[in-house]
């Protein structure tokens, strides 16, 4: 089942975010190509497509009660089309953020027996897919070889300054919260431990969230992620 007019209306700037490696990026690019009055179906539909594309990656069949109510929202006509995309979008992450993802697999795969990646395995595909994906992870990627080829100053947050601006204090907070995640997963991929439940999920879409809720994301994240290294590691 596809989402006819989404497609559509993504069609007429002839890319999805998948394209962007800097989600503002998308937002500048629809601003040129979507009229004004579409544009809020456009990133409704942008940011349906990256939840799908989420699933294809993780090789797990979209949730048929998801798809039964993107059929129903291909029926409606604006204002109440992007309001019920907007609605299911958040029904969406939400899903994902509060049980584990491998329930949808297993669900979907009586007949045969799921192949369970490594946690050394689903580690490196996140982070191939945060340095793809996430700027400011990727900008920590460029520092920390720039540092190893002595190529640029050892002072991160001098770096971050002028890269991002004195007066970019979110962001540069969430760069370095990157520093810090990408040495935590490097840690548990040493050791081939498994992320705590929902990790995977939420570290994958942190960069698409915006304002206080990424932070507060990224914290509760990183403080997951550094209890369950203590607890395994003092055992």
Request: net charge neutral; with cysteine; glycine share 4%.
């Amino acid at each position: 089942m596809r989402l006819s007019k989404a497609h559509k209306q993504v069609d007429m700037a002839k890319k999805t975010p998948s394209d962007f490696n800097k989600h503002d990026d998308w937002l500048a690019y629809l601003r040129v190509e979507v009229p004004v009055s579409e544009r809020p179906f456009a990133l409704a539909a942008g940011r349906m497509e990256l939840f799908r594309n989420f699933y294809r990656v993780r090789q797990v069949e979209f949730p048929s009660q998801f798809a039964n109510v993107l059929t129903r929202i291909e029926t409606l006509r604006d204002p109440e089309r992007t309001d019920a995309l907007e609605a299911l979008n958040g029904e969406i992450f939400g899903s994902l953020t509060r049980r584990p993802f491998d329930e949808a697999k297993t669900a979907g795969s009586e007949d045969r027996t799921p192949i369970v990646a490594s946690p050394q395995e689903l580690i490196d595909q996140l982070l191939d897919h945060l340095a793809q994906k996430n700027p400011y992870f990727a900008l920590w990627l460029v520092y920390k070889r720039g540092v190893g080829e002595r190529t640029v100053a050892k002072d991160w947050g001098g770096y971050l300054l002028q890269e991002l601006g004195f007066e970019s204090t979110e962001e540069i907070a969430f760069a370095q919260a990157m520093s810090e995640l990408d040495k935590i997963l490097n840690l548990y991929r040493y050791w081939n431990r498994a992320l705590p439940s929902l990790a995977f999920e939420r570290i994958w879409f942190l960069h698409y969230l915006r304002g206080p809720e990424r932070m507060a994301q990224t914290r509760a994240v990183l403080g997951s992620l550094t209890t369950e290294l203590v607890a395994c590691t003092s055992a």
